[in-house]
DNA sequence: GGAACTCGCCAC
DNA sequence: AAACGTGGCGAGTTCC
């Protein structure tokens, strides 16, 4: 399978030439690495790392498995402790990879219930930080900084893409990966970091396309949320209180577990699981007792009260919710997927309202994101651009040093902060709907900033 | 000895 | 019928 994209017009070539010339301008800039500290990292990682193995290594559990195949197993390997737990003790495997093997993966190996397998787990953790990521800063770092490609050319829907190292998917969620992976990127000396993003970016590109008056109401009506309008079906509440924090729990279930994977392309099944995950619910009888709490009362309690008695049950209230979720909330989105699913199955080919051509094979969940993630991505690509522009023509001491699909990152001389701040705000919400006339919904810009001489661990959210 | 594959996991 | 979109990277493993 080929899939071509292809600008077919000059504003749309326009975007990658320039595109191009703008990220090479950040590349050569690079990004700081304060090399000591990942010295020291590496030292106090490999130290825990140690005794994690050590211990993982006393277990019996490791004992029988060296027993087994009659030398040392390399611990790390999937494929090796898939054979033993599989194989060997012939453990009931929970899920399968693609390829049909038992899967072993951190929430597989929590379904087993085997506490050495904890320890193992807490080693991979620190293994990856270590050796992908501060080890690959370390590896890539030319006089202390670091100089992530910036590519235009490898990604399907014309998204970008970073390597070498990548500079996309340095950990934020988890705490502690984020703290040790992001201490370790700083500022030029006497500056400060800042990433600007646009805040629910692809729902709105997708709205330019389909037009669904509920979603641009969401979308523009600041009082409304989405999320927590779902969250209140999904979960059966009668009223919800943002400052709550199980209700915050049950929002971010919605969004997570049901809203995001719907609109990907995921069904009620998969979208159940992850929501009863988010909840903590069994898959299958519950009892008063299960699920988190939310406010003196158990989820499953509240959810049993409801008439939702089982897992099962709860797997039909989410396909019912999905059927509603296409067929009342968002009629005029489900129409549209069908339309543009319909009209490339006819001719083979879309485009994007960005300018670009896609032509190739596709399957029905391609056809759909392909043109939303593109043209989200080119918005984002149109706006670095004009910012370079202006930091050349302002002769500006800031430098934009990266992008990660709907941000841009800076290294701020702090003086230029607020000229900085400004220009992207006017950038993001008034000329860029200025150059693509389709924009028919407002756009959003949030800013992160650190502390002159901080690192990327540490940034806050600024009102502007 | 390296290419190509699988698996797992990080980001949006 | 089908069933979550896009990447990069490291380690282990298999194939040539």
């Known amino acids: 399978m080929v899939i071509r994209v292809e600008p077919n017009s000059k504003q749309a070539y326009n975007l990658l030439h320039k595109g191009i010339l703008s990220l090479a301008r950040a590349e050569r800039q690079g990004i700081c690495i304060d090399m000591k500290y990942c010295e020291r990292q590496q030292k106090t990682l490999s130290r825990k ?3 994690a193995e050590d211990q993982f290594r006393k277990t019996s559990f490791y004992k029988d498995w060296k027993t087994s195949i009659r030398h040392e197993p390399n611990i790390y390997s999937p494929q090796q402790l898939g054979k033993f737990l599989y194989e060997v003790k012939h453990i009931r495997q929970t899920r399968q990879t693609k390829s049909g093997a038992g899967a072993v993966d951190e929430e597989a190996l929590e379904s087993l219930n085997i506490p050495e397998l904890q320890i193992l787990l807490s080693a991979k953790k620190l293994k990856k930080i270590r050796d992908n990521y501060l080890a690959g800063f370390m590896r890539e770092a030319v006089n202390g900084v670091i100089h992530p490609s910036f590519n235009l050319h490898l990604v399907k829907t014309f998204r970008g893409s970073a390597n070498n190292p990548n500079f996309q998917n340095i950990p934020k969620r988890d705490k502690q ?14 500056h400060q970091l800042m990433e600007a993003d646009f805040g629910s970016l692809e729902v709105r590109i997708a709205a330019c396309y389909h037009q669904d008056t509920t979603m641009i109401k969401y979308i523009k009506d600041e009082s409304t949320d989405m999320h927590r309008d779902m969250a209140q079906q999904i979960f059966k509440l009668s009223n919800f209180d943002k400052h709550n924090r199980a209700h915050g729990i049950l929002r971010t279930a919605a969004k997570n577990g049901f809203v995001f994977p719907q609109f990907y ?17 069994p898959e299958g009888r519950w009892n008063k007792h299960d699920g988190i709490d939310i406010g003196g009362i158990k989820l499953s309690d509240h959810l049993i009260n409801q008439g939702i008695k089982s897992f099962n049950g709860f797997v039909n209230h989410i396909q019912d919710i999905e059927a509603d979720f296409w067929e009342n909330r968002f009629p005029v989105y489900a129409r549209w997927k069908e339309r543009w699913w319909n009209a490339y199955q006819r001719i083979g080919q879309f485009s994007m309202l960005t300018g670009f051509t896609c032509v190739g094979e596709m399957g029905k969940n391609n056809a759909i994101n392909y043109p939303v993630q593109g043209a989200a991505f080119h918005c984002l690509l149109w706006s670095l651009i004009t910012l370079d522009k202006f930091i050349i023509d302002n002769e500006l001491q800031t430098r934009i040093i990266g992008q ?4 841009i990152v800076l ?15 006017d950038i993001t919400t008034r ?7 389709w924009i028919i919904v407002p756009l959003k810009i949030d800013f992160e900033i ?15």
Do not use: V
């Open 49 to 51: 790392i140690a005794w």
């Open 177 to 190: 990966a984020k703290l040790i992976t992001r201490k370790a990127l700083i500022p030029r000396e006497g």
């Open 265 to 281: 392309g995921d069904y009620y099944l998969p979208c159940a699981k992850s929501l009863a995950k988010w909840g903590q619910l």
């Open 404 to 407: 990660i699909h709907d941000s």
């Open 411 to 425: 290294d701020i001389y702090p003086p230029e902060r607020q000229i900085i701040i400004d220009a992207i705000t």
């Open 431 to 437: 000329q860029l709907l200025n150059e693509f006339k």
């Open 450 to 464: 650190g502390e002159i001489d901080g690192s990327w661990a540490d940034m806050k959210e600024i009102e502007n």
